[in-house]
């Protein structure tokens, strides 16, 4: 029977990240994936992700694929596709479907990163056609450029349900309403905000009491729970939709783990059935090891480091590497990961309500419940000052691990600091150039370049615009507030797009200067 | 990882629910109300309401509904779905063709 | 825990440990049944492949399993109150060439000896009753009065009715030893400590019989191996007969759900190992699909979605072992099923129920004693 | 069908597609491109209805769209439980609403 050195399950961000890791030491490294296309769901984010150079910020999550990819062929990784792998038996023997045949192969050892699958909730009318979960959403309008739906509600405010929102606009569904049944947004307050910016309406302690229609949804009905999520008699509200987006978690695929008897638990902090693992992804079968979602739900940045763990962990089991090598890379890896599990949403806060940041200031509690930081709550962060001319206003108000805006600015106006969580600061006596490389940097979208006061009662807010059609300067339209609802009436004065930023076009908008720190998105009228 | 499990423990009666109707399982159809009965008729486990009811037997073999009916089983024995035992996993993890079941590769084909 | 007596104790939550505690329920005998497992019927009377038939036994096994299609099997369902997807729609034993012919040939006349309806008939009118069926079918022995059931609705439903006449079931307590008291089986002990007490017992726990058995100082000679099943997707209407082969190495029926379910062999069940919990093997699966398509062409595109592996106790003939221990009053066995103890299973847990409650059974149990085994020469 | 289509999209550009082709939809002829899912081409389409279920005869479409909840499994060239979200298009394809296993309707 053909052996590898290390056979990995599932191409996603940890799979190809163990096997380059693996690879690069030496071993003879198959990864099977059965999808037509690797890269796991890295093909369908295509917003820039959080953290600092070393978790790849600020780089659209498809990129970061074409990198692995890139990475994966030149340490010798052969990547087979539309290769199911049907079971996990005995003796690592994987037994894999390609195309018209089952192959046999035994792995020295095995890395199984088959990731995870969306949860589902019930409710009546949610088997009718319509109701799709957000990952088959992104599927659809990311990878085969068909829109999920004309009018979509979302159902569920954690961050996979803000970023598809947002990326349901950017391929040109409307999003009719964010719902959720917990009392307080669960994803990143920057995530919401920019979605909530367009217009979208959130409503918090919400959920749908019906999908209404016969054949297809041509509608939803959602209403307000009181805290024992029981729905409040007269609360409800009706929308037409044809299309009901499902973004309520996901459960780690862990079948291959338990099929092949390793010991399980049910851990509902990893979201699910999970490996008995320890650190670095070894689990209760000698030479089988897990990375990424499968053993425990977090991000796609996490998970590459994971594998790289993985990679390297096995790579010592089989004698390619030795213990100090494995002892030195494995401790950087696990700072790298520790920088990924700070700040208000580390997994130790996971459910908890954080009222306070690091710095003391009280989280916005707009932000939590409507989805954006009211006018009169934004001052309070350090990111938002006033200085005549233009300067940046970052609207970034929760703790996350993310910097890429202090290594963006070419003038040092930025900073965080060594503490990554840290709301950014504007320097003093710094001198913005109005270069734009701090907007589009943000992958929260979160800042902004204002200029207070241009001397003519206007002012002129510099905004990210990641929506096409792109207006034109000199179009005429409405300025919306962080609530999405008209402010005022706007012209575009400016719009630049540059390679350096990254498809995020910068649209510049003049506004009367009464609205320069409320204005923040852009409509252009019809 | 056996544990005793005395299925006489009194777990109260089967009080119907306005959701009984709703669906949970999928592909075989099966409901909440016909989960929340074979649970008061002694199926303690998700093996045994798997086994009684087909809930993921079908197609996707349970990657859908087997977290909805853990919980479904979980409170109406009232303990901790935790303690449930976790779901069965079996070859094949997808549907698969009898015909390319039967044809396995000869040792020394490879896919390329 | 409260009252661990009882006037009769049953080792083994499978079919027949479930029918005997239905029966004896039924008789008004209080009784206690004890699974090793986390669940009730969890070894092979779920993982069989469903069939209820008469043909193909040995004629030691056939007056019991007679009795149990006349008698039980045809008001299971309604009696249990579970749809337990019993069809009598005849089994056709299949064979291909002169040797299949001659084992084939050899069963149906011991049966007919035994008065059952079954004839030997050629290929052509093997496709007359089931007309998917490949060329290289050339004979087939038919009893029209065999069938098939669901083996998981079957053994739970027992469960559910014995539980529900007040029989108490306790799952995870796995029996290592049983006691004599003045000469009487008395004491079952068990891996977490507790002890039940009872003036029969019924050992009725698989493979996992013979230690328990051996406690006492019984030994029923038996091996184990791991068979295996698998089932596809539904698929629309085809045949309602059972479907066996002469050397019994393939099995399966359609499901009223649609599904095929099928079992067969790769022949190296006897050696084949586990990891604690029974699984398939790498090899099995593939080797059944190829016979099935030998049989079944029409069947090639039907998809697999489950296989399953399950410890099936075969006895040292091959044939089930019944009864009353006489050198331990008070134990009784089932055990040594051989493959075939699904479909036999009610009339077992009947007879049983019969003989601890009356001292008398309907069938003569005595071909199946416990202590036929003898050396060859 | 262009609608529902994503023309051009502002993070992903010009999407490319495979030759476009036609396919049959219950007898119907769809236009779609080679290689995508079924599904997708079926979505953009504006058909909804892949299959109805076997016991109580309810409409089912695309759910996961990653070939793991199999709701959306039609008749395709004669072969039940064609899961139409993973497999590709081909010219000329049959594609048929599933009732129950079969694409037969149901009696009513």
Same mark, same amino acid.
């Given at each position: 029977?053909?052996?590898?050195?290390?056979?990995?399950?599932?191409?996603?961000?940890?799979?190809?990240?163990?096997?380059?890791?693996?690879?690069?030491?030496?071993?003879?490294?198959?990864?099977?994936?059965?999808?037509?296309?690797?890269?796991?769901?890295?093909?369908?984010?295509?917003?820039?992700?959080?953290?600092?150079?070393?978790?790849?910020?600020?780089?659209?999550?498809?990129?970061?694929?074409?990198?692995?990819?890139?990475?994966?062929?030149?340490?010798?990784?052969?990547?087979?596709?539309?290769?199911?792998?049907?079971?996990?038996?005995?003796?690592?023997?994987?037994?894999?479907?390609?195309?018209?045949?089952?192959?046999?192969?035994?792995?020295?050892?095995?890395?199984?990163?088959?990731?995870?699958?969306?949860?589902?909730?019930?409710?009546?009318?949610?088997?009718?056609?319509?109701?799709?979960?957000?990952?088959?959403?992104?599927?659809?309008?990311?990878?085969?450029?068909?829109?999920?739906?004309?009018?979509?509600?979302?159902?569920?405010?954690?961050?996979?349900?803000?970023?598809?929102?947002?990326?349901?606009?950017?391929?040109?569904?409307?999003?009719?309403?964010?719902?959720?049944?917990?009392?307080?947004?669960?994803?990143?307050?920057?995530?919401?905000?920019?979605?909530?910016?367009?217009?979208?309406?959130?409503?918090?302690?919400?959920?749908?009491?019906?999908?209404?229609?016969?054949?297809?949804?041509?509608?939803?009905?959602?209403?307000?729970?009181?805290?024992?999520?029981?729905?409040?008699?007269?609360?409800?509200?009706?929308?037409?939709?044809?299309?009901?987006?499902?973004?309520?978690?996901?459960?780690?695929?862990?079948?291959?783990?338990?099929?092949?008897?390793?010991?399980?638990?049910?851990?509902?902090?990893?979201?699910?059935?999970?490996?008995?693992?320890?650190?670095?992804?070894?689990?209760?079968?000698?030479?089988?090891?897990?990375?990424?979602?499968?053993?425990?739900?977090?991000?796609?940045?996490?998970?590459?480091?994971?594998?790289?763990?993985?990679?390297?962990?096995?790579?010592?089991?089989?004698?390619?590497?030795?213990?100090?090598?494995?002892?030195?890379?494995?401790?950087?890896?696990?700072?790298?990961?520790?920088?990924?599990?700070?700040?208000?949403?580390?997994?130790?806060?996971?459910?908890?309500?954080?009222?306070?940041?690091?710095?003391?200031?009280?989280?916005?509690?707009?932000?939590?419940?409507?989805?954006?930081?009211?006018?009169?709550?934004?001052?309070?962060?350090?990111?938002?000052?006033?200085?005549?001319?233009?300067?940046?206003?970052?609207?970034?108000?929760?703790?996350?691990?993310?910097?890429?805006?202090?290594?963006?600015?070419?003038?040092?106006?930025?900073?965080?600091?060594?503490?990554?969580?840290?709301?950014?600061?504007?320097?003093?006596?710094?001198?913005?150039?109005?270069?734009?490389?701090?907007?589009?940097?943000?992958?929260?979208?979160?800042?902004?370049?204002?200029?207070?006061?241009?001397?003519?009662?206007?002012?002129?807010?510099?905004?990210?615009?990641?929506?096409?059609?792109?207006?034109?300067?000199?179009?005429?339209?409405?300025?919306?507030?962080?609530?999405?609802?008209?402010?005022?009436?706007?012209?575009?004065?400016?719009?630049?797009?540059?390679?350096?930023?990254?498809?995020?076009?910068?649209?510049?908008?003049?506004?009367?200067?009464?609205?320069?720190?409320?204005?923040?998105?852009?409509?252009?009228?019809? | 990882?056996?544990?005793?499990?005395?299925?006489?423990?009194?777990?109260?009666?089967?009080?119907?629910?306005?959701?009984?109707?709703?669906?949970?399982?999928?592909?075989?159809?099966?409901?909440?109300?016909?989960?929340?009965?074979?649970?008061?008729?002694?199926?303690?486990?998700?093996?045994?309401?798997?086994?009684?009811?087909?809930?993921?037997?079908?197609?996707?073999?349970?990657?859908?509904?087997?977290?909805?009916?853990?919980?479904?089983?979980?409170?109406?024995?009232?303990?901790?779905?935790?303690?449930?035992?976790?779901?069965?996993?079996?070859?094949?993890?997808?549907?698969?063709?009898?015909?390319?079941?039967?044809?396995?590769?000869?040792?020394?084909?490879?896919?390329? | 825990?409260?009252?661990?007596?009882?006037?009769?104790?049953?080792?083994?939550?499978?079919?027949?440990?479930?029918?005997?505690?239905?029966?004896?329920?039924?008789?008004?005998?209080?009784?206690?049944?004890?699974?090793?497992?986390?669940?009730?019927?969890?070894?092979?009377?779920?993982?069989?492949?469903?069939?209820?038939?008469?043909?193909?036994?040995?004629?030691?096994?056939?007056?019991?399993?007679?009795?149990?299609?006349?008698?039980?099997?045809?008001?299971?369902?309604?009696?249990?109150?579970?749809?337990?997807?019993?069809?009598?729609?005849?089994?056709?034993?299949?064979?291909?060439?002169?040797?299949?012919?001659?084992?084939?040939?050899?069963?149906?006349?011991?049966?007919?000896?035994?008065?059952?309806?079954?004839?030997?008939?050629?290929?052509?009118?093997?496709?007359?009753?089931?007309?998917?069926?490949?060329?290289?079918?050339?004979?087939?022995?038919?009893?029209?009065?065999?069938?098939?059931?669901?083996?998981? @609705?079957?053994?739970?439903? #027992? %469960?559910?009715?014995?539980? +529900?006449? !007040?029989?108490?079931?306790?799952? =995870?307590?796995?029996? &290592?030893?049983?006691?004599?008291?003045?000469?009487?089986?008395?004491?079952?002990?068990?891996?977490?400590?507790?002890?039940?007490?009872?003036?029969?017992?019924?050992?009725?726990?698989?493979?996992?019989?013979?230690?328990?058995?051996?406690?006492?100082?019984?030994?029923?000679?038996?091996?184990?191996?791991?068979?295996?099943?698998?089932?596809?997707?539904?698929?629309?209407?085809?045949?309602?007969?059972?479907?066996? @082969?002469?050397?019994?190495? #393939? %099995?399966?029926?359609?499901? +009223?759900? !649609?599904?095929?379910?099928?079992? =067969?062999?790769?022949? &190296?069940?006897?050696?084949?190992?586990?990891?604690?919990?029974?699984?398939?093997?790498?090899?099995?699966?593939?080797?059944?699909?190829?016979?099935?398509?030998?049989?079944?062409?029409?069947?090639?595109?039907?998809?697999?979605?489950?296989?399953?592996?399950?410890?099936?106790?075969?006895?040292?003939?091959?044939?089930?072992?019944?009864?009353?221990?006489?050198?331990?009053?008070?134990?009784?066995?089932?055990?040594?099923?051989?493959?075939?103890? #699904?479909?036999?299973?009610?009339?077992?847990?009947?007879?049983?129920?019969?003989?601890?409650?009356?001292?008398?059974?309907?069938?003569?149990?005595?071909?199946?004693?416990?202590?036929?085994?003898?050396?060859?020469? | 069908?262009?609608?529902?289509?994503?023309?051009?999209?502002?993070?992903?550009?010009?999407?490319?597609?495979?030759?476009?082709?036609?396919?049959?939809?219950?007898?119907?002829?769809?236009?779609?491109?080679?290689?995508?899912?079924?599904?997708?081409?079926?979505?953009?389409?504006?058909?909804?209805?892949?299959?109805?279920?076997?016991?109580?005869?309810?409409?089912?479409?695309?759910?996961?769209?990653?070939?793991?909840?199999?709701?959306?499994?039609?008749?395709?060239?004669?072969?039940?439980?064609?899961?139409?979200?993973?497999?590709?298009?081909?010219?000329?394809?049959?594609?048929?609403?599933?009732?129950?296993?079969?694409?037969?309707?149901?009696?009513?």
């Amino acid at each position: 029977m053909k052996r590898y050195d290390l056979i990995i399950v599932g191409a996603g961000p940890s799979g190809l990240s163990a096997a380059v890791e693996a690879a690069k030491r030496g071993m003879e490294v198959v990864v099977f994936d059965e999808n037509e296309k690797p890269g796991g769901q890295l093909f369908k984010q295509i917003h820039k992700f959080f953290g600092s150079k070393e978790h790849r910020a600020k780089v659209r999550g498809f990129n970061i694929g074409k990198q692995l990819l890139e990475e994966a062929a030149e340490a010798g990784v052969k990547v087979v596709l539309n290769a199911t792998v049907i079971g996990l038996y005995q003796d690592k023997e994987v037994v894999v479907k390609i195309g018209e045949e089952i192959h046999h192969y035994k792995g020295d050892s095995v890395i199984i990163a088959t990731g995870a699958a969306e949860n589902m909730v019930t409710f009546p009318g949610w088997t009718l056609p319509g109701v799709i979960g957000a990952g088959a959403a992104q599927t659809m309008m990311n990878l085969h450029g068909v829109k999920p739906g004309k009018k979509v509600l979302m159902l569920g405010s954690g961050n996979v349900g803000l970023v598809v929102s947002f990326q349901l606009m950017q391929c040109g569904c409307e999003v009719v309403a964010l719902v959720d049944a917990a009392t307080r947004v669960g994803g990143y307050g920057v995530h919401a905000a920019k979605v909530a910016r367009t217009g979208v309406p959130f409503y918090l302690s919400h959920t749908i009491v019906e999908a209404e229609g016969d054949e297809c949804v041509t509608g939803v009905t959602i209403a307000e729970v009181d805290s024992s999520f029981k729905f409040i008699p007269g609360t409800e509200k009706h929308f037409d939709v044809d299309t009901i987006c499902l973004a309520v978690g996901l459960s780690p695929m862990s079948q291959l783990l338990k099929m092949a008897g390793a010991k399980m638990e049910d851990n509902p902090k990893r979201g699910g059935q999970v490996p008995i693992c320890d650190e670095y992804g070894r689990t209760s079968l000698p030479g089988v090891f897990v990375a990424g979602d499968v053993s425990g739900i977090e991000e796609a940045s996490s998970a590459m480091i994971e594998g790289r763990m993985a990679g390297i962990v096995a790579a010592e089991y089989l004698g390619y590497t030795d213990e100090d090598d494995m002892n030195r890379n494995v401790e950087s890896l696990e700072k790298a990961l520790d920088g990924l599990r700070q700040g208000m949403f580390a997994p130790e806060n996971r459910g908890k309500l954080v009222e306070k940041t690091e710095e003391g200031i009280d989280v916005s509690m707009n932000l939590l419940k409507k989805g954006y930081v009211a006018d009169d709550e934004i001052e309070r962060y350090p990111g938002v000052t006033h200085k005549v001319g233009i300067h940046p206003v970052m609207e970034c108000t929760q703790n996350i691990p993310c910097n890429p805006c202090q290594d963006a600015c070419p003038k040092k106006c930025i900073s965080i600091g060594d503490n990554i969580t840290s709301l950014p600061i504007v320097v003093p006596e710094s001198e913005c150039i109005n270069c734009g490389m701090c907007v589009a940097s943000c992958s929260g979208q979160a800042i902004f370049l204002v200029d207070e006061d241009c001397g003519d009662g206007t002012a002129t807010v510099t905004l990210p615009y990641e929506f096409l059609p792109l207006p034109k300067e000199g179009a005429k339209g409405i300025a919306l507030g962080r609530n999405g609802k008209k402010v005022c009436d706007a012209e575009v004065v400016n719009v630049r797009s540059a390679k350096a930023f990254d498809k995020t076009n910068l649209l510049t908008m003049r506004v009367p200067k009464e609205y320069a720190m409320k204005a923040r998105f852009f409509r252009a009228t019809v | 990882m056996n544990s005793v499990n005395d299925r006489n423990r009194d777990i109260g009666p089967f009080v119907p629910a306005p959701d009984d109707d709703m669906l949970i399982c999928r592909c075989e159809e099966i409901t909440k109300g016909e989960i929340r009965k074979a649970v008061h008729d002694g199926m303690w486990t998700l093996t045994e309401i798997r086994r009684y009811l087909r809930t993921g037997m079908g197609l996707c073999q349970g990657q859908t509904c087997s977290k909805l009916v853990k919980s479904i089983v979980a409170r109406e024995l009232n303990v901790s779905p935790a303690e449930l035992e976790p779901a069965t996993s079996r070859v094949p993890m997808r549907p698969i063709e009898m015909r390319i079941f039967a044809n396995e590769a000869k040792e020394d084909d490879d896919y390329e | 825990m409260s009252n661990n007596t009882a006037e009769v104790i049953v080792i083994g939550g499978g079919v027949i440990g479930n029918s005997a505690a239905y029966y004896l329920a039924q008789r008004g005998l209080s009784v206690i049944v004890l699974e090793g497992s986390d669940h009730i019927g969890n070894g092979g009377s779920s993982r069989n492949g469903g069939g209820v038939r008469q043909s193909g036994r040995d004629v030691r096994e056939l007056p019991l399993v007679m009795y149990g299609i006349k008698n039980l099997w045809p008001h299971l369902s309604e009696e249990l109150e579970v749809d337990c997807e019993y069809h009598q729609d005849g089994n056709l034993r299949l064979g291909k060439n002169e040797k299949h012919k001659e084992i084939l040939t050899n069963l149906a006349n011991n049966a007919r000896g035994c008065g059952l309806d079954v004839r030997m008939i050629d290929g052509e009118e093997v496709r007359q009753i089931n007309p998917y069926l490949s060329e290289e079918v050339t004979c087939a022995s038919w009893c029209p009065t065999d069938g098939h059931a669901n083996p998981l @609705t079957t053994t739970l439903g #027992f %469960y559910k009715a014995a539980r +529900k006449l !007040g029989a108490r079931f306790i799952s =995870g307590e796995k029996v &290592l030893e049983l006691k004599t008291v003045k000469g009487r089986v008395r004491k079952v002990l068990t891996a977490a400590g507790n002890t039940y007490e009872a003036e029969n017992v019924i050992v009725a726990a698989g493979f996992d019989s013979r230690p328990i058995l051996g406690s006492v100082g019984i030994d029923v000679p038996m091996t184990r191996s791991l068979l295996e099943c698998l089932v596809t997707e539904a698929e629309p209407y085809m045949f309602d007969q059972m479907l066996g @082969t002469a050397e019994a190495d #393939f %099995y399966g029926h359609q499901t +009223k759900h !649609g599904s095929f379910v099928f079992g =067969g062999s790769s022949g &190296l069940e006897p050696f084949n190992k586990d990891n604690g919990t029974p699984v398939s093997s790498a090899k099995t699966a593939p080797c059944i699909c190829r016979g099935i398509m030998k049989y079944f062409p029409d069947l090639a595109n039907a998809k697999i979605v489950r296989t399953w592996g399950g410890w099936s106790d075969k006895s040292a003939d091959g044939v089930a072992v019944v009864g009353a221990i006489d050198e331990v009053p008070g134990l009784y066995t089932s055990c040594g099923m051989s493959g075939h103890g #699904f479909g036999i299973g009610p009339a077992v847990g009947h007879q049983l129920a019969q003989l601890i409650a009356t001292g008398t059974t309907d069938v003569d149990l005595s071909p199946l004693r416990y202590d036929r085994f003898k050396a060859k020469i | 069908m262009t609608e529902r289509r994503i023309e051009e999209h502002p993070i992903l550009g010009v999407q490319e597609k495979g030759k476009k082709i036609t396919f049959t939809f219950d007898g119907k002829e769809v236009e779609g491109y080679e290689g995508e899912p079924i599904a997708a081409a079926l979505k953009a389409a504006g058909l909804m209805v892949h299959r109805y279920t076997k016991k109580e005869h309810k409409p089912r479409g695309i759910f996961c769209a990653i070939g793991r909840c199999t709701d959306c499994v039609m008749v395709v060239d004669g072969v039940p439980n064609v899961r139409t979200c993973i497999t590709p298009l081909k010219e000329g394809m049959d594609v048929k609403t599933q009732y129950g296993a079969s694409d037969k309707p149901f009696d009513v």
